[in-house]
Nanobody, 121 residues
Framework: QLQASGGGLVQPGGSLTLSCTASRISLDRAAIGWFRRAPGKEREALLCVSTRGNKITYADAVKGRFTISKDNAKSTVYLQMQSLKPEDTAVYYC????????????????WGPGTLVTVSS
């Protein structure tokens, strides 16, 4: 199982870090991807970290602003978000797949419940 947390209300230009905690899933065997679903839009892939620590950014809109990292000992993957914009408002999800990253949501299972991020003044 996966549990995303850390969402909340943040002002434009602010920062927020989300956590994805895995239980009964080893980060030595699972790649973890971060996704989001904005109002009225489809769920999109943002970033992923593989079991080897390779990091891929899929969404051009977050390049240079969002980073992904992991702590295998804590079974946790982090999404550090900076320079947040109102268009970053969405429900953020994490999901797992075996070993390597893929850019489409259909390649991931299981999924955790999302955490809402609202960027507003």
């Amino acid at each position: 199982q996966l549990q995303a947390s850390g969402g909340g209300l943040v002002q434009p230009g602010g920062s927020l870090t989300l956590s994805c905690t895995a239980s009964r899933i080893s980060l030595d065997r699972a790649a973890i991807g971060w996704f989001r679903r904005a109002p009225g839009k489809e769920r999109e892939a943002l970033l992923c970290v593989s079991t080897r620590g390779n990091k891929i950014t899929y969404a051009d809109a977050v390049k240079g602003r969002f980073t992904i990292s992991k702590d295998n000992a804590k079974s946790t993957v982090y999404l550090q978000m900076q320079s947040l914009k109102p268009e970053d408002t969405a429900v953020y999800y994490c999901a797992a797949r075996p070993y390597s990253c893929e850019g489409h949501r259909s390649a991931y299972d299981p999924w955790g419940p999302g955490t809402l991020v609202t960027v507003s003044s």
